[in-house]
């Protein structure tokens, strides 16, 4: 079956840097998805990979590594906004988003 | 409007009866897909549709159903409303017509059924 696997929940430092990991298993593999979701609020699109290697964009980063069905997402400099959850979605053979349920992150001061 | 638009943004409903939920966007995208969140699961695909006029199910379409007449409206309805469908349901969309476009989503609805 298809299955993606992430942390429940991780606790970080303000300014600390944090690595959220993510493990997948889907019928072919078109891409890597993460998202941030604040409480209450819509997800919202932070990177995309298809190909090994990472990808940085300002604080955040995403890695991959398609041979060992694996990706993580960097978060540096964290501030108290960073606080969410972050979800990981593994696209399939049909195109479809297989996600994972998220990990909260809560950053202490 | 910008964006993606739900309503309604919550609803108490009671069992059995018949509920329409929409959504509207005005980014001219092709696609748009209905999820639910539910705690401690990842969101699961519904119903989606590749362009309008075409629609297709997903994970878990039992129970809903979903029409597409235009490019931008996506409703979703339930025929007879049952407790397990208490969910938060999010509409989404994506663009020009490359199946790993970025979805965007809708704020959600929070639908409980009693």
């Known amino acids: 079956g298809q299955n993606i696997d992430q942390p429940t929940e991780m606790t970080a430092t303000e300014g600390a840097i944090v690595q959220i990991n993510c493990t997948y298993q889907t019928s072919g593999f078109n891409g890597l998805f993460w998202y941030q979701q604040h409480a209450g609020e819509a997800p919202t699109f932070l990177s995309y990979n298809v190909l090994d290697g990472l990808e940085e964009k300002g604080r955040f980063s995403s890695f991959l590594s398609r041979s060992k069905g694996y990706s993580y997402l960097l978060l540096k400099e964290l ?31 | ?42 969101l699961r695909l519904i119903h989606y549709s590749n362009t309008a006029g075409t629609t297709g199910k997903g994970e878990v379409p039992d129970g809903y159903s979903v029409s597409r007449a235009n490019t931008d409206d996506f409703p979703l309805t339930l025929a007879s409303a049952v407790p397990s469908q208490t969910s938060v349901y999010f509409c989404a969309s994506s663009g020009s017509g490359t199946p790993t476009d970025t979805q965007y989503f809708g704020p959600g609805t929070r639908l409980t059924v009693l």
């Open chain 1, 79 to 109: 501030q108290m906004k960073d606080s969410a959850s972050y979800l990981c979605a593994a696209m399939d053979s049909n195109y479809q988003l297989i996600w994972g349920a998220g990990t909260k992150l809560i950053i202490k001061p």
């Open chain 2, 1 to 42: 409007i910008a964006g993606i638009t739900q309503a309604p943004t919550s609803q108490i409903l009671a069992a059995g009866r018949r509920m329409t939920l929409r959504c509207t966007q005005d980014m001219r995208h092709n696609a748009m897909y209905w999820y639910r969140q539910d705690l401690g699961l990842g």
